[in-house]
């Protein structure tokens, strides 16, 4: 599977929202090339862990913003948030507590995971918050 590259596509018009999306994107291209070169288990687990704790992280910092600025949707974008990093806990579950490898629908469900959000939900918030900062 290809890198996932930043562009103006991606971005959400709010520059610290925007960086934080770049490191996503790129602890997310680290994985996907660990599995493609086939590193073990435990790093590809490490990996995955550091994806996962820089989202959770990123969303914290995302919610802070939301309340700040009295953003209407934030109880949505929140439980939004709430499901992504369940849905992936869970993924992490199948992975490391059982002897599947990590395949290319991972990756792929990973992939989805991160763009389909930053180019919906967090796109709404990118313009909301570009108005009123």
């Known amino acids: 599977m290809k890198d996932l590259v930043w562009d ?3 971005s959400v018009g709010v520059a610290e929202i925007d960086e934080d999306h770049r490191k996503l994107i790129h602890i997310f291209n680290i994985l996907n090339h660990a599995i493609t ?3 073990s288990k435990e790093y590809l687990a490490a990996t995955l862990e ?18 700040k600025h009295r953003y209407q949707e ?29 395949a ?5 469900f990973l992939e989805r995971w991160l763009t389909v959000h930053i180019l919906t939900a967090d796109g709404r918030l990118g313009s909301y918050l570009a108005h009123v900062m």
């Open 8 to 10: 103006n596509l991606l």
């Open 37 to 39: 070169d086939g590193e």
């Open 50 to 67: 550091e994806l996962i704790n820089c989202t959770v992280w990123h969303f914290s910092h995302e919610e802070r913003l939301m309340l």
């Open 74 to 102: 934030y109880e949505e974008h929140k439980a939004e948030h709430q499901e992504l990093i369940q849905s992936t806990r869970e993924l992490q579950q199948q992975i490391v507590g059982s002897d599947k490898p990590f």
């Open 104 to 108: 290319d629908e991972h990756i792929q």
